[in-house]
């Protein structure tokens, strides 16, 4: 799921991230036409290959959402669509007579872009990632990190680190699920990097007899996948390799349960949905593809407004 802005180049991002014109590709958009400004929320399946391994890919884009001049709750529709992916999965759950697998359509990851200011976050920044933390894993992202020098880079992150921790807000990976010693100590390494700098690009350039991802500057290509230029490919590992379990886990572990505990205490249980009377009213939770070893990721993209 991805969320932010418009014009900080999520739909880009999303199709450099793993190499494919995943976000319009339904809609048949060619790879030199402009891709066009979402403007509802849209969620769109891809099967895509990591090496040598096929994987399912969903992504969720949203509109820019502070786009409108009154931006009072414009995080709703989203903790909207969040929670209904919840409750999608907790009554097929209850069914009496559900399903092998569960269809799952539930988010796993939120990628956020933060305008490349250089300054502070905005307090629309602050109350959106705090609003959505209780509910989704929030990953926080530079977006045209191109636009600022290292050294700015650097302090805009440690800036960013220190609003998020002061505001109360984790974000992905959360401290409190560290499993082991070994664990807080890798995570720790992450946390310490985020928000990830990130430049995105479809186009290629030839750059030392190879062709690259990159963006033109008047002083030269931008290499995307280059560490030494951004960090696009330690956020790409870090999505779909090396957390890429993990971060399902907390969403069935965490987010979820927390999800259905709250319905079930509201309800006074969630009755199976059947047409048979049952004394039972909750079924214990099932593994599902979401939660089995499965190559499956589902990501929500956002972005405050126009930069």
């Not at 793993?18 to 399946?45: C, H, L, N």
């Not at 269809?103 to 109350?127: A, K, M, N, W």
């Not at 009755?271 to 214990?284: C, G, K, N, W």
Request: proline residues 4%; contains cysteine.
């Amino acid at each position: 799921f991805t969320s932010g802005h418009s014009g900080l180049g999520k739909s880009t991002l999303v199709n450099t991230l793993f190499k494919s014109q995943v976000s319009r590709r339904s809609a048949g958009w060619a790879r030199d036409e402009k891709i066009p400004k979402t403007v509802e929320i849209k969620a769109v399946s891809h099967v895509i290959e990591e090496g040598g391994v096929k994987m399912k890919l969903t992504v969720v884009d949203t509109p820019g959402f502070g786009d409108q001049i009154n931006n009072d709750n414009c995080w709703e529709p989203i903790s909207k669509y969040i929670n209904e992916q919840y409750e999608k999965f907790l009554k097929e759950e209850v069914n009496i007579t559900r399903k092998k697998r569960i269809p799952d359509t539930r988010v796993h990851c939120c990628l956020y872009f933060i305008s490349p200011t250089g300054h502070s976050l905005r307090q629309l920044d602050t109350e959106f990632m705090k609003r959505l933390s209780h509910s989704v894993n929030i990953i926080p992202v530079i977006a045209k990190a191109d636009t600022l020098t290292i050294e700015e880079r650097q302090e805009f992150k440690q800036r960013v680190r220190k609003e998020l921790e002061m505001s109360g807000i984790e974000f992905y990976p959360q401290k409190e699920f560290d499993d082991d010693m070994e664990d807080k100590s890798d995570n720790d390494k992450i946390r310490e990097a985020m928000p990830f700098a990130v430049v995105g690009s479809d186009k290629e350039y030839q750059v030392n007899g190879k062709r690259v991802l990159g963006r033109k500057t008047a002083w030269g290509i931008v290499e995307v996948e280059n560490p030494n230029h951004c960090e696009f490919a330690q956020l790409r590992d870090f999505l779909i390799r090396s957390h890429l379990q993990d971060l399902k886990e907390v969403t069935h572990n965490i987010h979820y349960e927390t999800y259905r505990a709250k319905r079930l205490n509201e309800n006074g249980g969630l009755h199976p949905i059947s047409s048979a009377e049952t004394q039972e009213t909750v079924l214990p939770p099932l593994i599902t593809e979401s939660t089995k070893e499965t190559n499956e990721l589902s990501l929500i993209f956002l972005c405050p407004v126009e930069v």
